[in-house]
Structure formats: structure tokens, C-alpha cells
């Protein structure tokens, strides 16, 4: 996308970049929602509970708000989820002392006619010693299919080789389709499928995509 800059962030830009991973961030909730009703173990309970209560009330009214007050539930833990994630991961003090302070970390924005529509940031990747991992990768709705988010990726891929790293990994989660989609086009290759930590995900199948883009000095720009 012609005129668009990437260009390390700045604390004065704190308030755009966590209303970006806000916003792209909370897109996700929906389809976490239909994810979760698409488990046999949610239409298991669903479909009992309906069951149980039309046969002891001899009523179609109080089934079907009991199925649509679970729903409801259910669509506010999602909401809640997402976020306590958003307020994790996207404060101030996080952004400076994680990404801007350590040499081998950084983290950027994509800048338009003056404005920031994008972010991505890097660090190392725990326990495995020849990786940086991408982080936070976000673009405003308004400027996608514009190239913006290869360019991002790009900006990392060139800081870890630059930093002597062998490879760039990252994890997204069964839900984001259309990151995957673009990591596929920037080359990273998907090592393994593995669920998220907490009880809930697990219950729902939620699961985690690892990507890994190996670097070559012949490693040409996308």
C-alpha cells in the first residue's frame, strides 16, 4: 500500500495503538461464540436442558428462556475473556518495558496520511533461543486488503534476521481465519495444533495455531 510507514512506536501513540488491538481484538468474540455453539458438548446441554424443562413444566416459554439466558451467559464470559486479554496485554508499561527497552524486542506501528491504522510488535520467543516471536499484530478494519498487515510482518522479519535469528514464530487461534490465511501467503509454515491453557478453552475445543517462518540470508522480501 503506497504512502503507508512503519515506523517504531512512540508513547504518544499509546492511546491509538490499544484502541486498534482493542477493536481487532474484540472482532473475535462473535465467532468464539460460534465456535463454542458448534461443540456436541454445548448442543448437548442446550438440547437437555430444553428437554428437562419442557417435560417438567409441561411449558415451551421456560425452555426457551432457559436456553436463551445460557446463551446469553455464555456470550458475556466470552465478552469478559476478551477483555481481561485486551487489559493484559495492552497497557503502557507492557509496551515500553516489554518491547521498546530489550534490544532483541521492538514494536511498530503503521502509519497513514498521519494517522497510526496498524501494530505489530516482537520479542523472544521462550525457550526457544533462535526465534523472536510476532506479537500483537493489528490493523484497522478501515485499511485491510491494503497490504498493511505484510508489511508489518515484513518489518519483523527483517529486525530478527537482522538481530541474528534463525526464524520468526507466532500463535493465532482457530477462530482467526483470515491471519492464518496471511501468514500462509508470507510463508510461515504451521508446526502443531494445541489447546489454549485455561479449563474453559479446553472444554470448547478452543484451540492455538503455532506458525513458523524460517529465515535465510537469501530470504527474500515479500
Known amino acids: 500500500m503506497s504512502g ?13 495503538v490499544r484502541e486498534i488491538f482493542s477493536l481487532g481484538t474484540s472482532e473475535h468474540v462473535p465467532a468464539s461464540f460460534v465456535h463454542f455453539l458448534k461443540q456436541p458438548q454445548c448442543q448437548m446441554l442446550l438440547m437437555s436442558t430444553f428437554c428437562a424443562l419442557l417435560a417438567s413444566s409441561k411449558s415451551f416459554l421456560l425452555p426457551v428462556l432457559a436456553v436463551t439466558l445460557l446463551l446469553a451467559i455464555v456470550c458475556q464470559l466470552v465478552v469478559y475473556n476478551f477483555n481481561n486479554y485486551i487489559e493484559k496485554c495492552c497497557n503502557l508499561n507492557s509496551i515500553s518495558e516489554t518491547y521498546m ?20 510488535a516482537c520479542r523472544p520467543k521462550d525457550g526457544v533461543p533462535d526465534c523472536l516471536e510476532l506479537k500483537r499484530l493489528s490493523v484497522l478494519r478501515s485499511h485491510r486488503g491494503r497490504g498493511v498487515a505484510k508489511k508489518l510482518c515484513q518489518a519483523v522479519a527483517d529486525f530478527t534476521r537482522e538481530r541474528g535469528y534463525a526464524a520468526v514464530v507466532l500463535h493465532t487461534s482457530v477462530v482467526q481465519t483470515d491471519a492464518q ?42
Open 4 to 16: 503507508v510507514k512503519i515506523r517504531e512506536y512512540r508513547d504518544g501513540d499509546f492511546s491509538t
Open 181 to 222: 490465511k496471511l501468514y500462509v501467503a508470507m510463508g510461515f509454515r504451521k508446526l502443531r495444533e494445541f489447546p489454549e491453557g485455561n479449563l474453559a478453552a479446553r472444554l470448547t475445543n478452543f484451540s492455538l495455531f503455532e506458525y513458523r517462518l524460517d529465515l535465510h540470508k537469501d530470504h527474500a522480501a515479500k
Open 101 to 120: 527497552a530489550p534490544r532483541d524486542a521492538c514494536f511498530w506501528v503503521a502509519e497513514n496520511e498521519g494517522r497510526v491504522v496498524g501494530m505489530v
